[in-house]
């Protein structure tokens, strides 16, 4: 089966994570895909095959050589993100695209712009996958469990390839900071690992953001607006003003590369109560404190000047720089690098803006920096990506696995 078909299939499946859920996987549809990647990895005659409660599948792919390698792993997460729709995907292939707009949708008048978007020219002459501009696609990580199993089936059929022994793992709730709390870490005793999750062909990500998330909660006193003065707290305007508080630059929209940032990314409430959530981002550990203290600071002077409790705060700490961990065992990255420069393409190294489940399985012990899948405007209605770089990345998989052989 083509790469492409397999993730067509794939998106039909609606498996966007909950992070409101407090159940492992977040979303039940998860658990249904997993059952089915299990399958076809049997289907694959991979040994070991394993299907956890938690939403976890596990297969081991036999060193079939007496030659050295390192062992190594390739992960991707089954889930969509909740940031906008990912149920009925009705995705289109555009062959041979021009490079310029794309009317996603003519009714609802939804255009992708080839000027918002200008890395949409250099996808001319290529199978273009986009959305109907109602979901977002999923190729934010289908399209990496589609390479993945791509690669199996070329390693299946062609086993003059030699190559070590190969972990495989599909994990839930990446989206939502979950991917890596059921993982099993004593299964996975490998050399270094890979996720498959985002990017061009050509880039390595072995640098990305501190995280965490902030609940703020507000709440107010509701009383008649008629007799209100003095009395009332409307939590919806302690909510602007502690929003208001946090500095103005460290929004997304504002920064690029290694700056931070706190993002209000949801916020529901009335003149009773008020909720805010947050995520916190940054590279560097120090300006990640600072922002977390932010929060804090804010919630005391507000708390302070309305002379009541009004304001709690619930920071939890989501995932680390991979970096800390990578730097000290860069195999991984000469091993990618080359695969990279095997396929013909120079590699390219990019802070991530996120993260991935490889941050936390860093920090387990195991390097895992990230390559890419062809995925381009993830979390949303403009998510697209082409066939050929879908085949550029199983191309890149595929030489990962040789160029793993020892010197």
Known sequence: MKT???????VETDTTSNPHSHTHPSSKSQLLFAKQLAKELKELKLSNVT??????????????????????????????????????IKPRIIENYDGGDVILNEKLNIIMSSNEFPF????????????????????????????IMSMIEH????????????KICFTPDEEIGEGPLFFD???????????????????????????????????????????????????ISVANEFDSLLPKNQRPELTENYEGF???????????????????????????????????NIKSTLNKKYKKEIISLDIKNSYFNMYESIKNNMRCIEVASSAINKSGSIPKYVPIRGGTDGAQISLMGIPCPNIGTGGHNCHGKYECITIEEMKRCVNVLINIVQEAKKL
Not at 58 to 76: L, W
């Open 155 to 166: 390693l299946n059929n062609h086993p003059e390839i030699k190559h070590g022994e190969i």
């Open 262 to 296: 706190n993002h209000l990314n949801e916020i529901k409430g009335n003149v009773e109560k008020t909720t805010m959530y947050y995520i916190i981002r940054n590279h560097s550990y120090d300006l990640f404190e600072k922002q977390k203290l932010d929060f804090i």
């Open 51 to 88: 299907l956890t409660d938690k939403g976890y599948v596990y297969g081991t792919i036999t060193k079939n050589t007496n030659e050295e390698f390192d062992s190594i792993a390739f992960i991707a997460h089954m889930d969509t993100s909740n940031d906008f729709s990912g149920a009925n």
């Open 120 to 147: 949409l020219k250099n996808l001319k002459g290529e199978s273009l996958i986009v959305t109907d501009g109602t979901t977002l696609l999923g190729a934010d990580d289908k399209a990496g469990i589609a390479e």
């Open 185 to 235: 870490n004593d299964y996975f005793n490998v050399d270094y690992a890979y996720t498959v999750d985002g990017g061009e062909h050509n880039v390595i990500n072995y640098e990305n953001f501190n995280a965490a998330s902030a609940i703020v909660t507000i709440n107010g006193i509701n009383i008649h607006p008629g007799s209100a003065k003095g009395h009332m707290i409307n939590s």
């Open 4 to 10: 492409h078909e397999r993730f067509l299939r794939y």
